[in-house]
Structure formats: C-alpha cells, structure tokens
C-alpha cells in the first residue's frame, strides 16, 4: 500500500487506536502518527512501547498540522474532545471517529468541526474485550467491518481518503446513514452486550451456583457471555447512554421474545422451541458463510481471546 495521509493523529490511546497504529506502520499508510490520551500513565506506557512516532501532552498539539484526526475515546467524551482541537485543525483536514453509535457523536461532535475541515464519522467493527494501550495489535481490522457514516455534503475525496485506509488497515468497508447504523448495532452488539451484562449478574445472584462451579463449568456458553461482559464499563455506559431508543426498541423485542420462550418451555410446546432453534441456526451458519467468525471450539478469536 503507498502512503495515504502524511500525517494521522490518533486522540485516546486504547486498543481501537493502538490497534490502527499498528496496522497504518504495517501497510505505510501515514508518514507520521502523533498521539494522546488524558492520562499521563497511559502515555508513558504509549512512549514505552514505541506506540505512536510521536506521543503529545496536549490534544491540541497531537492535532497540529495532521491530514487526519481520529476520536478514539468514550463516546461521551467525543464532544468536549472536538471543542479542545477545533481552533487548531489543519484546513482541508479530515476528522474522523470510532465510537459504536453515531447520531449521538455526530451531534456532539459537527457543530465544533470548522468549515475548513471535512468530519466522516466512522465506526470499525472490531474488538476485543481488552482495553488499553498495550492491547492492540496491527490485525484486529483484518476481515472485518469498518462503516463509514459520511454526514450531509461530506466531501467525495475525503471520503475515498479515509476509506482507503480502512481497507488498508485489513477491513471490509462500507457505507450507512447514522440512524441506521444506530438501529442495526443496538441489534447486532448493544443489546447482547446488556443481555451478556445481565446473564453475568444473575449467575453472581445465583449463590445456589458456587464461584468455582460457574468458573470451572463455564464452557458451555457461559464463557461467552463473560468475554463480552469483561468489555470496557466506561465506553459501554456511554454507548446505552447515547443510543437510548435503538436499544430500548430491540430490548423490547427481545423481551417478547423470552416471554414467548417462557411460555413454551411451560406449556411444553416443542414444536415452538424447535422452530425457533433452527431459524436461530440458521443465522450462526450465516455469519460463518460470511467469513465473520467460524466453527472452531475457540469461535475464531485467536489472538484477540488471549
């Protein structure tokens, strides 16, 4: 890959935007890459590892003169962020972000963005339940999702800019409207994640089932909630807190849903159970065709579950 930007700031330093360094150096996709996080012990642990050419004490002197500014923190915080670097954005720069829900970013985020300056939010699907600076690695992207949600009038170039590095990061990339992408990830991520919160919960209620028991018995499905429920408190309270009605809309379906499971286990309607079952399966089967994940005992995960 030839280079695409000639310099990218990456603001916050946890696995999403250590993760983007590693993979830019891979493919020499940016000349330079300046960081910053707000906490001064993650930037020394960032200079410590060689994460980042260059790590800043400021946000705003991450951002000078960079072709591309990346928002790697909580979705919360997105706002108070794009005030702080706003009077120092390059003109004809790109703003950019990663948080997993958008309208709620895109309003906190646009009214600070200078006219001078194109915003493409942006949303990589792509994770692991590791946070932190020294939790990244260059081929989280590979293979998977990255949606970009181009705002009204985004500029046609920098939208192709921005989903060239994408690609070049190893992602798939596609395109959204804000509302939309909010609807379908309260389906696909933040909906299982409170289910996954809550399942984790009940087995900690449940003091009839001892600690080591829900420990050493686990890999029978529970395993997987807990992987999801170890996931970052400070970026999912934020994420509930701003895609509200998408995901109270799917929790109410979901909840419909368990009644009429609950109503079938105690009538002893089979026949409902072995409909919903398969319908279900089929859905499992399709994310493997798709090439999102795959049949092995580990559920593809490799590196990222370690």
């Given at each position: 890959?030839?280079?695409?930007y000639d310099r990218v700031a990456l603001i916050?330093?946890?696995?999403?935007?250590?993760?983007?360094?590693?993979?830019?150096?891979?493919?020499?996709?940016?000349?330079?890459?300046?960081?910053?996080?707000?906490?001064?012990?993650?930037?020394?642990?960032?200079?410590?590892?060689?994460?980042?050419?260059?790590?800043?004490?400021?946000?705003?002197?991450?951002?000078?003169?960079?072709?591309?500014?990346?928002?790697?923190?909580?979705?919360?915080?997105?706002?108070?962020?794009?005030?702080?670097?706003?009077?120092?954005?390059?003109?004809?720069?790109?703003?950019?972000?990663?948080?997993?829900?958008?309208?709620?970013?895109?309003?906190?985020?646009?009214?600070?963005?200078?006219?001078?300056?194109?915003?493409i939010p942006a949303h990589p699907l792509a994770?692991?339940?590791?946070?932190?600076?020294?939790?990244?690695?260059?081929?989280?992207?590979?293979?998977?999702?990255?949606?970009?949600?181009?705002?009204?009038?985004?500029?046609?170039?920098?939208?192709?800019?921005?989903?060239?590095?994408?690609?070049?990061?190893?992602?798939?990339?596609?395109?959204?409207?804000?509302d939309h992408h909010d609807l379908v990830l309260?389906?696909?991520?933040?909906?299982?994640?409170?289910?996954?919160?809550?399942?984790?919960?009940?087995?900690?209620?449940?003091?009839?089932?001892?600690?080591?028991?829900?420990?050493?018995?686990?890999?029978?499905?529970?395993?997987?909630?807990?992987?999801?429920?170890?996931?970052?408190?400070?970026?999912?309270?934020?994420?509930?807190?701003?895609?509200?009605?998408?995901?109270?809309?799917?929790?109410?379906?979901?909840?419909?849903?368990?009644?009429?499971?609950?109503?079938?286990?105690?009538?002893?309607?089979?026949?409902?159970?072995?409909?919903?079952?398969?319908?279900?399966?089929?859905?499992?089967?399709?994310?493997?065709?798709?090439?999102?994940?795959?049949?092995?005992?580990?559920?593809?995960?490799?590196?990222?579950?370690?």
């Open positions: 890959m030839s280079q695409i916050g330093l946890g696995l999403i935007a250590s993760s983007m360094f590693w993979a830019i150096k891979r493919a020499g996709l940016a000349g330079e890459v300046t960081g910053y996080a707000r906490s001064e012990a993650t930037r020394d642990t960032a200079r410590r590892i060689g994460l980042c050419d260059r790590v800043c004490d400021t946000a705003q002197e991450a951002v000078e003169g960079a072709d591309l500014v990346v928002l790697c923190v909580p979705v919360g915080a997105m706002g108070a962020v794009a005030e702080e670097i706003a009077p120092v954005l390059k003109s004809g720069a790109t703003v950019s972000d990663v948080g997993s829900v958008k309208r709620n970013v895109i309003d906190a985020v646009q009214p600070h963005i200078p006219e001078t300056v194109h915003f994770g692991t339940e590791h946070s932190g600076p020294e939790s990244g690695f260059a081929e989280l992207f590979d293979n998977r999702w990255c949606l970009l949600v181009p705002v009204e009038n985004s500029d046609p170039e920098a939208i192709a800019r921005l989903r060239a590095l994408w690609e070049g990061m190893g992602s798939n990339v596609d395109e959204m409207d804000a309260a389906v696909t991520s933040h909906a299982p994640h409170l289910i996954a919160y809550t399942m984790v919960g009940v087995a900690d209620d449940l003091r009839r089932v001892t600690d080591s028991e829900v420990i050493k018995y686990s890999a029978a499905g529970f395993r997987d909630f807990t992987r999801i429920a170890a996931s970052d408190p400070t970026m999912w309270r934020d994420v509930f807190l701003s895609n509200k009605d998408a995901t109270l809309e799917i929790l109410g379906r979901f909840t419909e849903e368990l009644f009429a499971l609950q109503r079938a286990i105690r009538t002893g309607d089979g026949e409902h159970l072995f409909d919903y079952f398969t319908r279900t399966r089929a859905i499992r089967r399709g994310i493997i065709d798709a090439g999102q994940d795959t049949d092995a005992p580990d559920f593809g995960r490799g590196k990222s579950s370690t």
